[in-house]
Structure formats: structure tokens, C-alpha cells
T-cell receptor, first 117, second 110 residues
Framework: EAGVTQFPSHSVIEKGQTVTLRCDPI?????LYWYRRVMGKEIKFLLH????????ESGMPNNRFLAERTGGTYSTLKVQPAELEDSGVYFC???????????????FGPGTRLTVL | QQQVKQSPQSLIVQKGGISIINCAYE??????FPWYQQFPGKGPALLIA?????SEKKEGRFTISFNKSAKQFSLHIMDSQPGDSATYFC?????????FGKGTRLHILP
């Protein structure tokens, strides 16, 4: 069974440009999460989808970030316009269930490394 | 404000030795304390997790020790192997969110 996939693996853009990251969760997983790791810092939660609905978007840094999950399958995270501080690795994760960290285990993708110049 | 503090930032251990990574937390509302292992080019993967009402959890060579009164927990890797070389994240879980520590880069010398 395929794991969580993310595209692209790397993206280098200039400040002010727009970038869209894509995440394909494990088939059948209703729960989809986005996290971000800025250089030297911890991995931070951005938001959580349950199917196509945003369950929790408390970690979204500002309105330059827009996440969508049309149809409850894959998700996109758009950054517009990108700023230097947006550089980092963006991880997507999916889970079949919610609840405890074991029952609702989140499976992470390999991440997209975003560099804003 | 960092909710989960992890140390050391990096660690070098001889093959066969014990690797120890420590973490501390502030919020008492967390319901699970997991550890994640990440290899280069991969995402973090759940390694082992413990509930706050348990003082120790062991799975193979990996053991979590949990001290609720001190709000501290640690990962012990016994008989460390070169294949254990990776980045390890302690974390806390609440409301479907994982709150990560900054990570420890572990290198096991062959």
C-alpha cells in the first residue's frame, strides 16, 4: 500500500511568488494534517482536515497560507505571496482514525522542502 | 513558546552503547507522549508512545521512561546499532495535534 506522497519534493521560489504544495494521503484516510518545520525549530502543526472540512486551522501562520481539500482526497497548501520566513520543510500526514496517538496514528509523507529567496 | 523541550541537540554513541534522549513538557493536558524516528528523505514515523499514567514502556531495544511529577520523559535505546542513526523527536499529543520537540540527531559509530 502506498504511503503519503507529497509533491514537489523541493521548490525554490523568489519572495513574492506563489507556490502550491500537494499532498496525497493514504487511500481511505479521512484525516489529513499539515505540519511545517522551519530551520532549527520544531515541527509545528498547521491544520487538520476531516474529509473536506477544516477541523482545526489554529496553526496556520497568516492569511498568506490557504489549504484546500476538495472532494476529501488530496490536499493543496498554497502560499501567496511567499516570504523569506516561509522557508522550511512542509510535512503532510494522514490517519484513518482520530483519538489517541496510537489508534489515530498519523503517517507522515517525506515532506516538501521550500526555499524562498 | 516551546511546549516540549528536547535535549541534546545531537548525540554520538558507540555501537552497542545506550543512547539517551531527554524531554520536558509544561502542559499537563497531553494524553500521550510519543517518540518519532526520522531518516533522511523520509517523514517522521511513530516509534513508541506512552500514556501519562504509565511510568515505563518497553518495545524491543527502545524504552520510554516517564516521570509525571517532574514533567519529564526520556527515550533509551539499548545496544545501539548503526541503523539507529536518525533524528529522533519527542512529542506530546492532544486534540489530534502532535506537538514536537526540536529533535535530536543521533549517530551511532560502527
Amino acid at each position: 500500500e502506498a504511503g503519503v506522497t507529497q509533491f514537489p519534493s523541493h521548490s525554490v521560489i523568489e519572495k513574492g511568488q506563489t507556490v502550491t504544495l500537494r499532498c496525497d494521503p493514504i487511500s481511505g484516510h479521512d484525516n489529513l494534517y499539515w505540519y511545517r518545520r522551519v530551520m532549527g525549530k520544531e515541527i509545528k502543526f498547521l491544520l487538520h482536515f476531516v474529509k473536506e472540512s477544516k477541523q482545526d486551522e489554529s496553526g496556520m501562520p497568516n492569511n498568506r497560507f490557504l489549504a484546500e481539500r476538495t472532494g476529501g482526497t488530496y490536499s493543496t497548501l498554497k502560499v501567496q505571496p511567499a516570504e523569506l520566513e516561509d522557508s522550511g520543510v512542509y510535512f503532510c500526514a494522514s490517519s484513518l482514525y482520530r483519538g489517541t496517538v496510537v489508534r489515530g496514528e498519523q503517517f507522515f509523507g517525506p515532506g516538501t522542502r521550500l526555499t524562498v529567496l | 513558546q516551546q511546549q516540549v523541550k528536547q535535549s541534546p541537540q545531537s548525540l554520538i554513541v558507540q555501537k552497542g552503547g545506550i543512547s539517551i534522549i531527554n524531554c520536558a513538557y509544561e502542559n499537563t493536558a497531553f494524553d500521550y507522549f510519543p517518540w518519532y524516528q526520522q531518516f533522511p528523505g523520509k517523514g517522521p514515523a511513530l516509534l513508541i508512545a506512552i500514556r501519562p499514567d504509565v511510568s515505563e514502556k518497553k518495545e524491543g531495544r527502545f524504552t520510554i521512561s516517564f516521570n509525571k511529577s517532574a514533567k519529564q520523559f526520556s527515550l533509551h535505546i539499548m545496544d545501539s546499532q548503526p541503523g539507529d542513526s536518525a533524528t529522533y523527536f519527542c512529542a506530546a499529543h492532544r486534540d489530534d495535534k502532535i506537538i514536537f520537540g526540536k529533535g535530536t540527531r543521533l549517530h551511532i559509530l560502527p
